[in-house]
């Protein structure tokens, strides 16, 4: 099954096709940009179709990561996956960035658990646990960095992730959190079918609130 990935959830936009039979990547492109993918995330899409001779119509299945990450980057991704998958026919899963962390670092580094902590700012870490197998432990949680040292206190284990050097004393994070875009193929084709539809995953909710107290009055029509 051909794979098509997608990743618009944080500094990077990036596409994937993925050989799930063969196990290869056969087109990847990814764009470092911080913000604008809304604008990019088209062409890198046919850019990564052309790289792989492949055409939108040999895609079995879409896979995009859902977050943590950027509001609005989560938005745009999920957002053409779902829509890809409804003109295609095929089926969508969402792939977190959590996961997808772990999986690379797994790949690289077997056999010991892994815990995946992100930079939230605020004094504040997205946090998850893995087994040594890539089966999460915990649930994805955000938490006050003093919370995140009390969960990880007697973890006997790896921990990566922006977070990791705040967790350790450090004054800042290490930075953006970046992983090749073909993980989240490979573990998109691993998914089981029948999934429910990729959604964005918000551990934190939106900066900007209602206001109140400022409603304009409603004057009659005359």
């Known amino acids: 099954m051909i794979i098509l990935a997608i990743d618009t959830s944080g500094v990077d936009c990036s596409a994937c096709l993925y050989d799930s039979e063969k196990g290869v990547a056969l087109g990847q492109v990814t764009q470092n940009i911080g913000k604008g993918h809304a604008e990019l995330l088209m062409g ?43 003109s295609l026919g095929v089926e969508a ?42 089966t999460p432990s915990t649930d994805a949680a955000l938490v006050s960095l003093d919370e995140a040292r009390s969960m990880l206190v007697n973890f006997d284990g790896t921990i990566i992730g922006s977070a990791a050097p705040l967790l350790a004393g450090g004054d800042a994070g290490s930075g953006p959190d970046r992983f090749p875009i073909d993980i989240v193929a490979r573990i998109g084709a691993q998914k089981p079918r029948g999934m429910p539809k990729p959604a964005p995953l918000y551990l934190r909710g939106p900066d900007a609130k209602i206001q109140s107290g400022f409603a304009l009055e409603r004057r009659p029509v005359a």
């Open 93 to 134: 899963v969402g792939v977190t960035t959590l996961e997808t962390l772990a999986e690379q670092h797994l790949r690289d580094n077997p056999g010991q658990a892994v815990a995946v902590a992100l930079d939230a700012k605020r004094q504040e870490s997205y946090v998850q646990l893995f087994a040594a197998s890539g």
């Open 44 to 86: 890198i899409i046919d850019d990564a179709l052309s790289q792989s001779s492949l055409a939108l119509g040999d895609v079995g299945r879409i896979a995009v990561t859902i977050g943590p990450g950027s509001f609005t980057g989560i938005r745009v991704g999920v957002a053409a996956a779902r829509g890809f998958a409804l």
